[in-house]
C-alpha cells in the first residue's frame, strides 16, 4: 500500500540520519509536564541507533518567530529524551546548522544520538528557506520524518529538506499514515464516522469531505443542536451556532445526494446549566425545554448507535459526543467509546481516532489503548480528514 519508503528502504549503518521529530510536548515549571511524543518517537530512534546510524534529532519548540528565545530552548527537553531512551546520552548542539551543528555531529559514535536546538530560532524554517534547509542537509545523508503532526506545514524541515537528502517515514509517521489511509482511503466497508465537539464552523471542511466518503456519519456534541436546529427542532438554551444553520442543512442535502446517512441525536441529556452533578433528565428531541441546554446524546441515541456501529467495519471519529469533561454528560461519549473499543478487540472493527478532546475523552472513557490507532496529531489529523494534502507528506511520497 506504501507509497513512501519508510526506514526499511534505507541503508542507515555509519550513515548520519536527519530525524525530523516533533519535540513539541507541553512543559510546566521547566519540565515536561506530557511524555507522550516524546515515547512515540522512541521507536525510531532506537531502531536507528541499534542500526548503527548517528542520529540526529531535529524539531521546532513553541513559537520564537525566527529568533532566539532562551525560554524556548529544546535544551530543556534533553534530559526527558535521554530518560526516554532507557538513559543512553543525548548531545545537544546549541544551533540547528552551522559549526556548533556540525561539531556535535562529527563528535558523535556510530549509535550516538544528538538533538539539535529550536529550528524556529532561525526564520529560514517557516520561510521554507532553501538555503536554510541546505544548510540542515549539510549535517547528514539520510532524512527520516517522524513528526506527522508538524506535515500540514510547509515548513524547511519538513518538506525542502526532505528533497534534498533520501528521505524516509519514521516508525510514527509511518503508523500514522497505515492508519489513516487504511480507514479513509481504503477502508473496509461500511465505514463510518463519529463527529461531534462543540464548533460546526471549525470542522466544515471536515464535515464536508467526510459526507462524501463514509457510509454513515453520526454527529453528535453541541454540533448536533445546529442540525436539529436546522430541522425545525427547538433546542433551548443548547449551545449552537445561528449563523451555521444553513450549513448544516446543506451536509444534510449533499450526504443525501451522496446516499450516505447523516445520524442525530433522537433523544439528549439536559440540564438547566453545565455544572459537575447538575439535575439532569433524557428528553426527545422534539421536547428540548426552552429553559434547559442538551449537554450529552441520551440512552436511546447510544443504544442506536452501538447497534449501527456493530455492522460497520471502518470507523473514525473526531469531537466528543457530550460535553464530557462534567459527569454526567460524560455518560454517552463513555459508552460508545467502549462499544467500539470493544468491537475493536474482537476484530470487528478498525477504529481510529484524533483531536485534542477526543484523545482526552477516550482517556477518560479507558479505552484509548483499545481503539486501532488513536492520532496525537492534533491540526495535522484534522486537515487529512478534511482531505487537504499536507506538504510534509506529499514531499514523502515524491521520493515514494
Ligand atoms: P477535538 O479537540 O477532539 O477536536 P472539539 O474541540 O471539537 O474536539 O470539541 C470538544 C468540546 O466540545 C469539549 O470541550 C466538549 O465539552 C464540547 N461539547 C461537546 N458536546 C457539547 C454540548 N452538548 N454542549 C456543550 N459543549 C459540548
Ligand atoms: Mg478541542
Known sequence: MSDFKTIDDVDVTGKTVLVRADLNVPMAHGKVADRTRIERLVPTLRELAERGARVVVMSHFGRPKGKVVPELSLRAVRDALSAALD????????????????????????????????????????????????????????????????????????????????????????????????????????????????????????????????????????????????????????????????????????????????????????????????????????????DQMALDIGPATVARLNQRLADCRSLVWNGPLGAFEVPPFDAGTTAVARTAAALTKAGRLMTVAGGGDTVAALAHAGVADDFTYVSTAGGAFLEWLEGKELPGVAALMEKG
Open 87 to 290: 538513559g543512553r546520552e543525548v548531545a545537544f548542539a546549541e544551533d540547528c546548522i552551522g559549526p556548533a551543528a556540525a561539531g556535535v555531529v562529527e563528535a558523535l559514535p556510530e549509535g550516538g544520538v544528538a538533538l539539535l536546538e529550536n529550528l524556529r530560532f532561525h526564520p529560514g524554517e517557516e520561510a521554507n528557506d532553501a538555503n536554510f534547509a541546505a544548510a540542515l542537509a549539510a549535517l547528514g545523508s539520510v532524512y527520516v520524518n517522524d513528526a506527522f503532526s508538524a506535515a500540514h506545514r510547509a515548513h524547511a524541515s519538513t518538506t525542502a529538506l526532505a528533497r534534498l537528502l533520501p528521505a524516509a517515514a519514521g516508525r510514527l509517521m509511518q503508523a500514522e499514515l497505515e492508519a489513516l489511509t487504511r480507514c479513509l482511503e481504503h477502508p473496509r466497508r461500511p465505514l463510518a464516522a463519529v463527529v461531534g465537539g462543540a464548533k460546526i464552523s471549525s470542522k466544515l471542511a471536515l464535515l464536508e469531505h467526510l459526507s462524501a466518503k463514509v457510509d454513515l456519519l453520526v454527529i453528535g456534541g453541541a454540533m448536533a443542536n445546529t442540525f436539529l436546529s436546522a430541522l425545525g427542532k427547538p433546542i433551548g438554551r443548547s449551545v449552537s451556532e445561528d449563523d451555521m444553520v444553513d450549513t448544516a442543512r446543506r451536509v444534510m442535502d449533499q450526504a443525501r445526494e451522496r446516499g450516505s446517512e447523516i445520524a442525530l441525536p433522537s433523544d439528549v441529556a439536559v440540564a438547566a446549566a453545565l455544572e459537575p452533578g447538575a439535575r439532569s433528565e433524557v428528553v426527545s428531541v422534539d421536547a428540548i425545554p426552552e
